[in-house]
């Protein structure tokens, strides 16, 4: 049985980036990162806005920025906006070579399924053991059944140009497209003159990915723009829960020790983005002086039940963006939205809405019917309150 004073279990986002964190603001605290497969951070591209992040945070990614544009746009049938906030973007690929670069190999542990995760030990598949004093389970998403969701899933394809595209500057949103199973929009990321991830993306009532649909028509919008020759040189797929209700204290029952990422309920509600609480959380744990699995535990389930409490308003959005709205329009209530200025979008995303600005969010003749509006705000989720 080795030891270790920290062990991460997954090596994702979140696990990644509190790998990162203790090792470079807490050297004394000795760290094991453990990830089932052989690759850190899977296939993934995580984005945040520039407001989503404090300082901390973005000193703390901003070695694994791959990309970074001075504004970005959004398209809608009746309304086109280009907004000054910056957005950048992480790849997988880089996460990846950063981890490995700053942790010493004997802070890594790949390869190997996790069989069992405890107070103090975890077992894997080739019948190790680690133990320390304090555990971490960073593994990605578990059980939701008791949350109200909806879902947001997508597949990207990244393309390679054989000349500039000229397009300077993301698309986050383009629904000018058909809207079909839920709300549907185009985003796509240009990440040098030749190269952009283009992903088709659907906020829709169930989970399933039709992958051979959205394929073909990702081609189909490509072929559309008038886009230099192109080919496809990666391709990822994605489903993101969107929180609707539900108590997210259900993720914690039984769990002991401190969960991160999606399976401790740190995601924004609407978007999914899960990178800005993942490195607030990464920040806050290098802060600790006590690591044991039950001081973490406790400090972070305080934390999930927290911002649960504190976005509140963005599951009642997203109930009427589900239940108040016919699938094929949903659309407007995003189209509606981006009516607003700038800063207070910039808020939103970062889930730092003002009561002020709640107000101005559902000012106005809201784009869904009344009734049915009405019946989302108070919708109940399993007698609990939502």
Same mark, same amino acid.
């Given at each position: 049985?080795?030891? %270790? &004073? ?73 309304? $086109? ?17 950063? *981890? ?5 190999? &004997? ?8 069989? &069992? ?5 975890? %077992? ?30 997508? *597949? ?41 991830? *283009? ?80 490195? $607030? ?13 039950? %001081? ?12 649960? $409490? ?36 910039? $808020? ?19 784009? *869904? ?18």
């Amino acid at each position: 049985m080795t030891k %270790s &004073s920290v062990i991460i279990v997954g090596g994702g986002l979140a696990g990644c980036l509190a790998a990162l964190a203790l090792r470079r603001a807490r050297p004394d605290v000795d760290l094991l990162l453990i990830e089932a497969d052989i690759r850190l951070g899977g296939d993934h591209v995580w984005s945040f806005f520039d407001s989503d992040l404090g300082p901390e945070e973005h000193a703390l990614v901003a070695e694994l920025v791959v990309a970074s544009w001075r504004g970005h746009r959004v398209a809608f049938p009746k309304r $086109r906006r280009t907004l000054a906030c910056g957005y950048n973007s992480v790849r997988s690929a880089r996460l990846d070579d950063l *981890v490995r670069q700053i942790l010493p190999r &004997s802070s890594l542990r790949l390869g190997v399924p996790v069989t &069992s995760v405890g107070a103090n030990t975890v %077992s894997l598949a080739d019948g190790t053991s680690f133990h320390a004093p304090g555990v971490i389970d960073a593994r990605g998403a578990a059980d939701m059944a008791g949350l109200d969701l909806g879902w947001q899933k997508f *597949v990207g394809r990244t393309y390679r140009f054989a000349h500039p595209h000229g397009v300077p500057l993301p698309m986050i949103m383009d629904a000018t497209v058909d809207q079909r199973d839920g709300y549907r929009f185009v985003y796509c990321l240009p990440f040098s003159a030749t190269e952009m991830l *283009v992903e088709d993306t659907y906020y829709a009532d169930d989970p399933e990915l039709d992958e051979g649909g959205i394929g073909a028509r990702i081609s189909a919008y490509m072929a559309a723009q008038n886009w230099p020759e192109h080919a496809a040189i990666a391709e990822e797929r994605g489903i993101l829960p969107v929180a609707m209700g539900g108590d997210v204290g259900c993720l914690w029952k039984g769990a002991e020790v401190a969960l991160l990422g999606l399976r401790g309920g740190f995601f924004h509600p609407t978007t999914g983005y899960s990178l800005p609480d993942a490195a $607030r959380n990464a920040v806050l744990l290098t802060q600790q002086t006590d690591m044991t699995s039950a %001081s973490l535990r406790a400090l972070f389930r305080k934390e999930a039940e927290q911002r649960w $409490r504190d976005r509140a308003f963005y599951r009642l959005l997203n109930r009427m963006l589900f239940r108040a709205a016919e699938p094929e329009g949903r659309y407007r209530v995003l189209e509606h939205f981006y009516r607003l200025d700038e800063a207070l979008i910039g $808020r939103f995303y970062a889930g730092r809405s003002t009561l002020l600005d709640k107000a101005r969010i559902l000012s106005g003749r809201p784009p *869904v019917p009344l009734g049915r509006a009405a019946a989302a705000m108070f919708y109940r989720t399993e007698g609990r309150a939502a």
